[in-house]
């Protein structure tokens, strides 16, 4: 596709259920990231994969997020046991290699009840 | 202390006005992101620059490394260019930092 590409645009799930968003990244992007945008809040960091480097997860809040990428291309970042502080927009961006511009996908809004 | 500060947080203009929006850091950076989100959300990369001066139409970024400061202009505002501008560093890590933002509304 021409972007970055998110699914679900939308998810509204209960506290302590786990949900899956997906990153499709744009073709050949080597590099992908994860960030969260909480209500009212800036970006944060949540994990960055370059390559098939060993990602840099520095940014999880916690053990419940997780996440992977297959074949060099898609993503899925995971978060187990769902709270409500988790309700946020997750971003996911992509770059065709370290110092080059990041494209950012539409977001995927998460809402924990 | 923020790494990124940005000000002003919030900023409302006339149409036809010239924007400055500022950017100062605390850290040592290899480049600096200026980022627009709309009120959809989508984030589009204006520039990302390491040094010197960057336009593209009626933008304008401006890096000063030693003072750790940037700035982003805004040449004959429109009503469509209502949105928040974000500032982001990239460290040596390869990870951006980003300011808070700062939200943007130009009246017709």
């Known amino acids: 596709g021409a972007g970055v590409s998110q699914s679900p645009s939308n998810k509204v799930t209960e506290k302590g259920k786990d949900v899956e968003l997906r990153c499709d990244p744009i073709?050949?992007?080597?590099?992908l990231y994860w960030y969260r945008q909480s209500l009212g809040q800036g970006l944060e960091f949540l994990i960055y994969f370059q390559g098939n480097s060993a990602p840099d997860k520095s940014g999880l809040p916690s053990d419940r997020f997780s996440a992977e990428r297959t074949g060099g291309s898609v993503s899925t970042l995971t978060i187990q046991r769902t709270q409500q502080e988790d309700s946020a927009v997750y971003l996911c961006?992509?770059?065709?290699?370290?110092?080059?511009?990041?494209?950012f996908g539409p977001g995927t809004r998460l809402l924990v009840l | 202390k923020n790494e990124v500060e940005q000000s002003p947080q919030n900023l409302t203009a006339q149409e036809g006005e010239f924007i400055t929006i500022n950017c100062s850091y605390s850290v040592g950076i290899s480049a600096l992101h200026w980022l627009q989100q709309h009120p959809g959300g989508g984030i589009v990369s204006l520039f990302m620059l390491s040094s010197g001066k960057k336009k593209h139409g009626r933008l304008i970024a401006t890096i000063n490394i030693q003072e750790k400061h940037s700035s982003l202009h805004i040449t004959a505002s429109h009503p469509r260019d209502s949105a928040v501008y974000i500032c982001a560093v990239l460290r040596g890590n390869e990870k951006l930092t980003f300011g808070t933002g700062t939200r943007l509304t130009i009246i017709p």
């Open positions: 073709s050949g992007h080597t590099a």
């Open positions: 961006a992509s770059m065709r290699g370290p110092q080059e511009t990041q494209y």
